[in-house]
Nanobody
């Protein structure tokens, strides 16, 4: 599966962005998707993942409910809706996939096999 992340850009604090992770080469419905970010000078971290359905999504606590991950299997795309953005959300955001044909769930560990290129999100006034 090939992944392409898009939707990044520059936004003021408090603004919103929606990132997309579009897949090709395979259908996404048997893959768990993780969203990662890497801020300048920091290590990459996983911030969210989603399994077979939207109800399986998980998030790191520090997001405080500001981000929502969803998937549209018909479009073969996973989304990351980001709201109330803060300067500390500035990072390169990546999506990644892990083939999980026997599971509905996703993992919040950094164990994903397929990666898209990153998309830069800059939050600044």
């Amino acid at each position: 599966v090939q992944l392409q992340a898009s939707g990044g850009g520059s936004v003021q604090p408090g603004g919103s962005l929606r990132l997309s992770c579009a897949a090709s080469g395979s259908t996404l419905n048997t893959y768990a998707i993780g969203w990662f970010r890497q801020a300048p000078g920091k290590e990459r971290e996983i911030i969210s993942c989603i399994g077979r359905t939207d109800s399986t999504s998980q998030y790191i606590d520090s997001l405080e409910g500001r981000f929502t991950t969803s998937r549209n299997n018909d479009e073969n795309t996973v989304y990351l809706q980001m709201s109330s953005l803060k300067p500390e959300d500035t990072a390169v955001y990546y999506c990644a996939a892990e083939h999980r044909p026997g599971s509905w769930w996703c993992s919040m560990r950094d164990e994903y096999d397929y990666w898209g290129q990153g998309t830069l999100v800059t939050v600044s006034s």
